[in-house]
T-cell receptor, first 119, second 114 residues
Framework: DVKVTQSSRYLVKRTGEKVFLECVQD?????MFWYRQDPGLGLRLIYF???????EKGDIPEGYSVSREKKERFSLILESASTNQTSMYLC??????????????????FGEGSRLTVL | AQKVTQAQTEISVVEKEDVTLDCVYE???????LFWYKQPPSGELVFLIR??????QNEISGRYSWNFQKSTSSFNFTITASQVVDSAVYFC???????????FGAGTRLTVKP
């Protein structure tokens, strides 16, 4: 069974704290993503990674950084949390199409989400 | 950059009505993929469909159908004879080759009333 695991379901942090959100996938996927979901704004892409040590900015990277030292793990870091970063954070992974013998719908597999509250 | 617009924020219909959810996209890529996902009240995102940019054939799956029109950069989703269980937020999404750089629209909240 495919699985994307996010380390914390609920976090409460104070303004200025450093926050780490961890995500691990067990499907050997090349692509990993961090989104935040806010009411009325849908899922907004923060960062994605298509390979180890590779990262690309999404639409709202400000105030965030990421780390991908191993293929299965993609971490989101808030260097100095602020109240406007209170949100639901979703990690996802997907694989590339062009793997021989691997049928692929291109589907993103999501974790359960991490609800972060910054006070 | 990729962009997806779902202009309908909320739609409310009565059971058995047909409903169409609109999706318009922007991309400079010549090869890309379009997706629809469903997010029911339980919260998890459910994959519904992927189409690639070379395949404009419409698709039907049970009560669901999708109309892809490259000329208008649209990928609309129709639910026929809607049911209460169709109530959810529906997201349209766009990705580049290799399924990375995936952008979602803001979502359309569909409420189907009995």
């Amino acid at each position: 069974d495919v699985k994307v695991t996010q380390s914390s379901r609920y976090l409460v942090k104070r303004t200025g704290e450093k926050v780490f959100l961890e995500c691990v996938q067990d499907m050997d996927h090349e692509n990993m993503f961090w989104y935040r979901q806010d009411p009325g704004l849908g899922l907004r892409l923060i960062y994605f990674s298509y390979d180890v040590k590779m990262k690309e900015k999404g639409d709202i990277p400000e105030g965030y950084s990421v780390s991908r030292e191993k293929k299965e793990r993609f971490s989101l870091i808030l260097e100095s949390a602020s109240t406007n970063q209170t949100s639901m954070y979703l990690c996802a992974s997907s694989t590339e199409d062009f793997k021989l013998g691997v049928p692929n719908t291109g589907e993103l597999f999501f974790g359960e989400g991490s609800r972060l509250t910054v006070l | 950059a990729q962009k997806v617009t779902q202009a309908q924020t909320e739609i409310s219909v009565v059971e058995k009505e047909d409903v169409t959810l609109d999706c318009v996209y922007e991309t400079r890529d010549t090869t890309y993929y379009l997706f629809w996902y469903k997010q029911p009240p339980s919260g998890e995102l459910v994959f519904l469909i992927r189409r690639n940019s070379f395949d404009e054939q419409n698709e039907i799956s049970g009560r669901y159908s999708w109309n892809f029109q490259k000329s208008t950069s649209s990928f609309n989703f129709t639910i026929t004879a809607s049911q209460v269980v169709d109530s959810a937020v529906y997201f349209c999404a766009l990705s580049g080759l290799n399924n990375n750089d995936m952008r979602f629209g803001a979502g359309t909240r569909l409420t189907v009333k009995p």
